[in-house]
């Protein structure tokens, strides 16, 4: 498979899993807030996490002084000088899925078509303004279309293995950065009967848990959600079971292999998948949850690096040939779409 | 009998479908029967299906000019253009011999320039070409074949005799729109393709694939063939695609391509893979930095070196622009005549040479009457057409022509054939051409029927998509079923 294209195959995954989050995290900030009521209450302690959760802090209040709820919503869901913004991570699925039109079937890229005329569309804006959470709702639905049809219609093989890359690796990202909002809260429950626990609630809903959980451990209790959102592979979206399945869509690309012969990313994604499924969650509390994140935070994005230099930028080995003074590429980057357009590219190739 | 067409007006011009005197044209008949009986409303309610399909694919092409990289859906008319098969076969002999032609031309001033030497041609016009490729005379291409994909555009008079309009030899485009327009016709009036004998156009993907490996290095079995695109936001994107598609062969960037030991590779996630044959959709002039444009971005460095020592085959070959220089373009009578002792099949629109004094006189004296256009120009741009210009646009295009005569030329304003086309609730007519592919391989080969382009602005005689254009599906119609052959045998 060609470098570009599966470079654009997991960017495309990573980019439907990105607008999916966020439209789940919305939608259920907003459901939040609904249960809070509104005395009382500061509104920016619920939207503040989301920037952190999506790691657009500093781009939001280079915009916007307060943390207000209108702001945050029409900055992430469809601003288009946001380049993390639903709108334009749908932009950015759809281009990547343009590219490699002719490598995945018909279905995924009409999808994918679909969801981007909508969110562009004035009837798409429209529904955003006066009833965002069925615009969420829509969003949420043609992502697990996305889901249902790439895995009805992929062939198991190079690209289905990428696509799985690009959706787990978001997954496990975005999981550990929601969980990181609550780390700074207190892990006692309120001896209060009435007491809600909302933002250990409302983790749970982002992350399309909250029932599976009560079914599985009835009241929630943070040190368990902790341990069933981090490490319990039962549950799909758990990082765990994230990062096992990175290790085996690697495995499956690369070969297991041992030793000498164990390609860089299958190590990676493989320790970090033993560590998590032998540690505790005392253990993770022992360290603390946001010392805990901050490392698997690396350690995933190191795996993210690996997979680029391995599959993308590896000419490591070549058959062995006379190099010429042609050795150099083209300027262009290697890999996938992103918004940050190089405009003397488009313009040449509009020339043609 | 209340029909859609009751109303119709085939006006002064070559009609399509009716004769002058409102009789249908017998190889209409059947057609004329099934969507004349169609309400307005049905026959907009099909129209509509068919476009939000095409939009829903992104079967569209790129607007330029605007930095949200707008796309649209090429505008599509549902009632098709029908060519009856002895009509086609003419036109099929005619580029057959012009196709073998241009190549013979090509191949020859790319090594001894005979023609020029014998002075049938003049030389300062064709070596002034500005497609012209000095640097690549005495280079073997593949087979001697210079163009092997061609579209050529015709187009039919008031007397609706076939004429050439242009060759197109370098990245000519539309065969998709030709594909999909047919998908999109299954789609609305399957009972009419199931009744009639249409000959099929979908076999082009594989002809065009064995066009191409036909130039594959003679000691390869296997050849690895590539789409190369300048990328997604090129307005063909969709067509180099949708063709990679066609052929089961992959689509690349010039990104993706390496060369080493003058041998071109690309990218793989398992290291480097050899590539035997290129279908370029990129210029000469972006294809290769070291020799070309420096700046370009969309290039491979050293691909051009890979094609001339023969590890990869380009289709089409370097410098066939030449032929297409539209001061050459009217030389092409004079090169059947040389190569082949043969007269055209298929006449050249009449044209006067700028670099000729006598004949610049007489363009300069009539401007308001004919059609004036810069040679190396296309899609519809850098013309002027004299009976509906300003004195203004006049005087600039006289200013023009003075300072460079050698890069204009001029032609009588055909009164394009027209066709009726379906505005609003009723048919009215509009010009058209047609844009038939035309592959040369291991022979040569022409697409039954190809792309019919349409003038959608009412009284407008250009069909380029950039200026407003829109298309038709093509019914090259066999007079018989039982004549029609079997259906050629697939390739497993």
Known sequence: MLSRVADSIYWMARYVERAENFSRLLLSTQDLLLDAGVDGVDEAQFWQPILATTGDDEAYHALHQRVTGDDVTAFLA???????????????????????????????????????????????????????????????????????????????GDSWHFLRLGTCLERADKMSRLLDTCSGLSLEMSPHRDARPLRWAALLRSCSA??????????????????????????????????????????????????????????????????????????VLEVGLHEFIDDLQTRLNQIGDSIFKTFVLNIEDLPELEVSEAESSSGLPLGAYHTDVNEEAQQQQQQQ | ?????????????????????????????????????????????????????????????????????????????????????????????????????????????????????DGVLPAELVLSASHYRP????????????????????????????????????????????????????????????????????????????????????????????????????????????????????????????????????????????????????????????????????????????????????????????????????????????????DPILPNVPTHLGIEPKECEYILENLENLVVKAVNESGGYGMLMGPSSTKEERSEFTRRIKANPRNYVAQPVLQLSRHPVFVDDHFEGRHVDLRPYVLYGDRVRVVPGGLTRVALKKGSLVVNSSQGGGSKDTWVLWEDRLDMPAETPTVP
Request: charged letters at 25%.
């Open chain 2, 135 to 342: 640097e690549f005379r005495g280079i073997k291409v593949p087979h001697g074949i210079y163009i092997h994909i061609c579209g050529t555009d015709l187009v039919r008079d008031d007397k609706g005799d076939y004429y050439v309009l242009e060759d197109n030899g370098r990245c000519p485009s539309g065969a998709s729109y030709m594909m999909e327009n047919r998908n999109a016709m299954k789609r609305a009036f399957p009972e009419m393709l199931h009744s009639l004998p249409v000959r099929p156009v979908d076999e082009y993907g594989e002809m065009l694939r064995e066009t191409l490996a036909h130039l594959a290095p003679p000691a390869v079995i296997d050849p690895v063939i590539v789409v190369l695109t300048p990328g997604i936001y090129n307005s063909a994107y969709f067509e180099h695609c949708y063709l990679a598609k066609q052929m089961g062969v992959p689509i690349v960037e010039g990104r993706d391509l390496i060369v080493r030991n003058d041998r071109v590779f690309m990218r793989t996630t398992k290291g480097l893979e050899q590539v035997h044959v290129i279908y370029r959709r990129i210029d000469d002039d972006f294809l290769d930095p070291l020799v070309f444009r420096e700046d370009s971005l969309l290039g491979v460095p050293g691909i051009i070196n890979a094609y001339r020592k023969g590890h990869v085959a380009l289709a089409n070959s370097i410098g066939t622009g030449v032929a297409d220089d539209k001061a050459v373009y009217a030389l092409v009578p004079k090169m059947i005549k040389y190569y082949l002792d043969q």
């Open chain 1, 210 to 283: 909250r029932h599976s959980f009560q079914a599985y451990h009835g009241k929630p209790d943070p040190k368990k959600i902790i341990d069933y959102l981090l490490l319990d592979e039962a549950l799909p979206r758990s990082v765990a079971s994230c990062v096992a399945e990175v290790h085996s869509a690697l495995v499956g690309l690369c070969g297991a292999g041992l030793g000498d012969k164990m390609s860089e990313p299958v190590r990676h994604a493989g320790r970090l998948h033993a560590d998590l499924v032998y540690t505790t969650v005392e253990e």
């Open chain 2, 1 to 117: 009998m209340s029909s859609l067409f009751n109303d119709y007006q085939p006006g002064n011009f070559f009609d399509e479908v009716y004769s002058a005197d409102m009789a249908g044209r017998p190889h209409y008949k059947a057609l004329l029967g099934s969507i004349g009986s169609l309400t307005p409303s049905d026959y907009s309610a099909l129209q509509k299906t068919v476009d939000a399909a095409f939009l829903r694919q992104g079967v569209t092409f790129t607007v330029y000019g605007d930095n949200k990289g707008t796309e649209r859906i090429f505008p599509f008319d549902l009632m098709p253009r029908v060519i009856p098969q002895r009509e086609w076969e003419t036109v099929e002999a005619g580029l057959i011999q012009r196709i073998t032609a241009l190549n013979l031309f090509l191949d020859d001033i790319y090594h001894g320039q005979k023609i020029l030497t």
């Open chain 1, 78 to 156: 469809l601003r288009a000088d946001n380049p993390n913004s639903i709108l334009n991570c749908i932009r950015a699925a759809r281009e990547n899925a343009r590219t490699v039109r002719d490598q995945i079937s018909n279905d995924i890229w009409e999808c994918l078509n679909g969801l981007r005329l909508f969110v562009e569309s004035d009837q798409g804006q429209e529904m955003h303004r006066t009833q965002s959470a069925r615009f969420y709702e829509r969003v949420l639905s043609r992502s697990y279309e996305f889901q249902g049809i790439a895995d009805s219609t992929t062939p198991r």
